[in-house]
C-alpha cells in the first residue's frame, strides 16, 4: 500500500517524499490503526487522508467544521482529477440528496460533511449504505471542553462509528493541542496511537512589537509589503470596521470579515481575498479557520489574541506553502483588559478560571525576553531545540536606554495627581499643558508640572503605554479609565528596579521582488479567474520560486518542479513553459545568472560548449561528482548506491562530502525539521567522540546519516 501512496503522492499531488510525520501516519492508516495526528498548520495534514483516500477502496469521509474549508479543499481536489464533494448546510435538499445517491453508488473517492449532520438520524443511515473505509476528523481539538475552540456538535462523531458496519479506521487531526487535550480526543474515539510532529515552523518568524504607536507601524509595514498577501486580526468588531477605514482611506486594498456582517458581505469578501483581488484581510478570529490560502505571507495581531492555542493557530495561516514569513503581534496596553472583560462575560462559568489562566500564559508570551519560538513550543508540552535565530527576540540587536528617570517622573506625577485620572491628563500636566483641565485642579502647581515639556503630549502618551505593558502603570476600568501605580511601579520609585526602553522596532520587506516571479503571478491569476478557483489551487508559491529558478523549458523538467505533477503538467505546463522560455529569451542574463552559480544552488552547471577533443577516460570525474548528478536527477540515495554498485554507507559519504565543497543538498529532505532538534540534544548529551551514544538516545527512524551529516553542518557542536 505504501508503494502506492508514494506513486499517488508524486503523480497527483506533484511531490517525491512523505515527510516524516506523514509517512508514520500513513503507516498506522494502511495497519487499520486508529490514529492521532498533531500537526502545525502547513505541515502537511490533509495529505495524510486525501492519499489514503484514493489507495484504499471505497469513500473516504472527512468531518470539517467549515463550510469554507470543504469548497477550498473540494476546489484543490477536483482541480487534480480527484473525485470529492461536500455536504452542508450551503445545498439544497435536491442537491444533497443528488450527493448521497452517487456517494452510495461509489463515485467519490472523499465526501466532506459537518458534524451537525451527524446529530441526523436518517443521514446516518444513508451513510450506513456507503462504503467507509476510513473517517478524517479535521481539527479535532474541538472535542475537548479542554481546548480552546470546544463545539459541541463533535461530541456527535462517535456516534457515527456506531452505524458504520464495517468499523472504519479513524484518523484525528489538529494544528494545537496540548496533552489535556490530546488524551480527551483520543478517549472520545477511541484511539491507541499518536503522532506529534514538532510544533516548530521554521519557516515562520514570530515578532512581538509593544509600545509603540500600532497604527503607525501597521501602515508602515503594509506599504512596504504591498504586493504580498497578508491577514490582519483583531479581537472586535469595532477594530476591524476602524481599520478597515483607515487602511482604505491610506488607499490601500483591503478586505474585512467579522459576524456583524451580513452572510453575502462575508462571502463576498472573503472570495476577493481567495482570488488575491484584495490581498489583505481584516478580521476576527472567526476568519481564517476554514480558509486553506498557502500564499499568505504575514499575520499581524492588531491586538494580543486570548490564549496561545488561538494565536498560534491564526499566526500559523501565514506561510503555508512552506516559504518565509512573518508572524507579528502589536502588544498594546489594553488588551488583557479587553480579554478580562470578554472572558468575564462568557455564559459557561465553569471555564473563566482555566480562560485566565490562558490569557495570564498569553501575556507571559509577551514579556518574555527568550526565544518567541521556543516559547511557543515549550507551552505545547514539547522540548524545546533552542534559540530559533529568527524571531524578534533572537535578532535584536538594538541599544537599551536607562529610562528609569523619566519612569519615576511619571510615577510621580500620577501619585500627585491623586491616580484619578487617564493618562492623558497625565501627559498634559508633564509636559507643561495651560488646558483649562490643568488649571482648574491646580495641577499646574505640581512639582512635575512641565517636567518632561521637551517631549510632545503624544510622545509621554506613547511612554505611558510601554510602562503599562511592562506592568509599571495599571489601568483602573470604567467609563473614564484612570492609571495608578503598581507594586512593580512603587519598587521603580524606591529605585529597586532600573527600567530601559529599546528603540522602537521597525517595519521590514519580507521578500524581495523578482520580475518572473510576478509574471508568472500573473499568468497564474488569469488562469484563476477564468476557472473561478483561488490562484493557489493552480500553483502555489513554492511552486512558482521553484519554476524561477529551474527555469523549466521542457515537460521534463517541468516535472521536476515542487507540488507539479502528470495532471498539473497537462492542464498547465504548456502555458507556463512558454511564459518562461518568453521570458529568458527576453532576459538571456537571467539564464546565465542561473548556470553561473547552479553548482551552489540546485543542479549540476550545465556543460559549455567547447572545441573538439580527445574523449576523456570517464573515470577521470571524481566518484562524489558522479553520485552528485545522480542524486540531483532525482534519484534518492538507496537507488544511487544500487545503481553504482556502492554501500549506501559509501554514498552517503559522497552526498556530506558534495555539501561541504559547497554543493546543495536538500537537507530539509535529508534531515526532517522534526529530527534536528532531537539529534542536536542527543549530541549535547552524548558528545561527539563516538556516533553509537548518540544513536542511542535517538528514535530507530534517525539514522547514522542524518547523525553524520548534522555534525557536518554543524562543526562547532
Known sequence: MFQTAQQILKSHFGYDEFRPGQKRTLEHVFNGENTLCVMPTGGGKSLCYQVPALVLSGTTIVISPLISLMKDQVDTLQQLGIAATYINSSLSTNEINERMTLARAGEYKLLYISPERLDSGLFLKELGNVEIPLIAVDEAHCISQWGHDFRPSYMYISSILNHIQTKPIVLALTATATQQVRDDICQSLKIDNEVVT????????????????????????????????????????????????????????????????????RLEQQNAFLQDEKPLMIATSAFGMGIDKSNVRYVIHYQMPRNMESYYQEAGRAGRDGLDSTCILLYGAQD????????????????????????????????????????????FDENSAGICGRCSNCTDTRQAVDVTKDTQIVLSCIIRMGQRFGKSAVAKVLTGSKSNTITQFNFHQLTTYGML?????????????????????????????????????????????????????????????????????????????????????????????????????????????????????????????????????????????????????????????????????????????????????????????????????????????????????????????????????????????????????????????????????????
Open 453 to 717: 515639556q521637551s517631549k510632545s503630549s503624544k510622545e509621554v502618551t506613547e511612554f505611558i503605554d510601554y510602562l503599562i505593558t511592562e506592568e509599571i502603570i495599571g489601568i483602573e476600568t470604567g467609563q473614564f479609565p484612570t492609571i495608578f501605580v503598581t507594586t512593580k511601579g512603587k519598587e521603580v520609585l524606591t529605585g529597586n528596579i532600573l527600567v530601559s526602553r529599546k528603540e522602537e522596532i521597525q517595519a521590514k520587506t519580507i521578500s524581495k521582488a523578482d520580475p518572473l516571479f510576478e509574471e508568472l503571478r500573473l499568468l497564474r491569476k488569469q488562469i484563476a479567474d477564468k476557472e473561478k478557483v483561488p490562484p493557489f489551487v493552480i500553483f502555489s508559491d513554492t511552486s512558482l520560486q521553484d519554476m524561477c529558478l529551474i527555469l523549466p523549458k521542457t515537460n521534463e523538467e517541468f516535472l521536476q518542479v515542487k507540488g507539479v505533477g502528470a495532471h498539473k503538467l497537462d492542464k498547465y505546463g504548456l502555458e507556463f513553459i512558454q511564459k518562461i522560455r518568453a521570458y529568458c529569451a527576453d532576459h538571456p542574463e537571467r539564464v546565465s545568472e542561473i548556470s553561473s552559480t547552479i553548482e551552489m544552488t540546485k543542479a549540476p552547471k550545465p556543460k559549455a560548449k567547447k572545441e573538439p577533443k580527445e574523449p576523456k577516460d570517464p573515470n577521470a570525474k571524481a566518484s562524489h561528482l558522479i553520485t552528485y548528478d545522480l542524486y540531483w536527477a532525482g534519484t534518492s540515495i538507496p537507488d544511487i548506491a544500487n545503481e553504482r554498485d556502492m554501500t549506501l554507507t559509501t554514498i552517503e559519504s559522497h552526498i556530506i562530502r558534495c555539501a561541504d565543497e559547497g554543493l546543495y543538498i536538500d537537507w530539509e529532505k535529508e534531515i526532517p525539521i522534526e529530527y534536528r532538534s532531537l539529534i542536536e540534544g542527543a549530541v549535547a548529551e552524548a558528545g561527539t567522540e563516538k556516533l553509537r551514544p548518540i544513536k542511542d538516545l535517538l528514535p530507530e527512524e534517525v539514522t547514522y546519516f542524518m547523525i553524520r551529516a548534522y555534525l557536518s553542518l554543524n562543526p562547532s557542536k
Open 198 to 265: 514538532s510544533f516548530e515552523r521554521n519557516n515562520l518568524s514570530f515578532s512581538v512589537v509593544k509600545g509603540q504607536d500600532r497604527d503607525r507601524f501597521l501602515l508602515d509595514y503594509i506599504k512596504k509589503n504591498d504586493k504580498e498577501s497578508g491577514i490582519i486580526y483583531a479581537a472586535t468588531r469595532k477594530t476591524v470596521d476602524q481599520l478597515y477605514q483607515t487602511l482604505t482611506k491610506a488607499k490601500l486594498n483591503v478586505a474585512r470579515y467579522h459576524a456583524g456582517l451580513s452572510d453575502n458581505e
Open 336 to 379: 488583557t483588559m479587553i480579554h478580562r472583560f470578554l472572558i468575564d462575560q462568557t455564559l459557561d462559568r465553569s471555564r473563566i478560571s482555566l480562560e485566565l489562566e490562558k490569557l495570564h500564559q498569553m501575556v507571559g508570551y509577551c514579556h518574555t525576553e527568550n526565544c518567541l519560538q521556543s516559547w511557543i513550543v515549550e507551552y
